[in-house]
């Protein structure tokens, strides 16, 4: 089993929808944990950090479940400008420890 | 404010060749790290740095070693190239080792 798992989609949908990810990780001594973006062919690029109250940037939420260890990333009113895809993140103390999932690719259609 | 830099963007080497992909970083951060990315296999910790004097080795160091010359440059060296080395190359650095990285743009490095 993967440290860090995530369903790698695809997921479909039209523009204005909410669309959500969610993120399993077997470490509970996991600490800091994040969701970058990546577009095809360019570099992660840091999307938010997930807090323990859980957090919101504009249309997107994070939550942080340390019990069930899953994190969850919300989209909502998708634009066009929100295909990539979401890689979650999990740190488990240091550099070695920081454990990239494979990630979720999105497609938001017209 | 660069960020971080990665020279070259594409490489094409022969088996056996050698090369030396270079990373800068202007944003005073301490820890710095190689990744490579391979289709459906996510992001693989190749090298990483903690701190300027440092160096360790992450999942999959064979085939790689590593310089972190000072604090703001780490450069990833591929010995005796290998077919199984292509791949996409990321440079990323970060406050410290638990915080959030950034990354450059990535070496595209094509081995035949």
């Known amino acids: 089993r993967k440290e860090v798992e995530q369903d790698p989609g695809p997921f479909n949908v039209p523009e204005g929808a909410t669309v959500a990810f969610n993120c399993t990780y077997s470490n509970s001594a996991s600490q800091s944990f994040f969701w970058y973006r990546q577009d095809c062919r360019k570099e992660p690029k840091l999307l938010m950090s997930v807090y323990s109250s859980g957090n919101e940037d504009g249309r997107f939420t994070a939550q942080l479940n340390r019990a069930s260890q899953y994190i969850s990333l919300l989209i909502r009113d998708s634009k066009l400008s929100d295909s990539a895809t979401y890689l979650c993140?999990?740190?488990?103390?240091?550099?070695?420890?920081?454990?990239f999932g494979a990630g979720t690719r999105l497609f938001v259609k017209a | 404010n660069a960020g971080v830099t990665q020279t070259p963007k594409f490489q094409v080497l022969k088996t056996g060749q050698s090369m030396t992909l270079q990373c800068a970083q202007d944003m005073n951060h301490n820890s710095m790290y190689w990744y490579r990315q391979d289709p459906g296999m996510g992001l693989r910790l190749i090298y990483y740095s903690a701190s300027e004097g440092t160096t360790d080795k992450g999942e999959v160091p064979n085939g790689y070693n590593v310089s972190r010359l000072n604090k703001r440059e780490f450069s990833l060296r591929l010995e005796s190239a290998a077919p199984s080395q292509t791949s996409v190359y990321f440079c990323?650095?970060?406050?410290?080792?638990?915080?959030?990285?950034?990354f450059g743009p990535g070496t595209r490095l094509t081995v035949t």
């Open positions: 990323a650095s970060s406050p410290g080792p638990q915080y959030e990285q950034y």
């Open positions: 993140v999990v740190n488990r103390g240091g550099g070695f420890k920081t454990i």
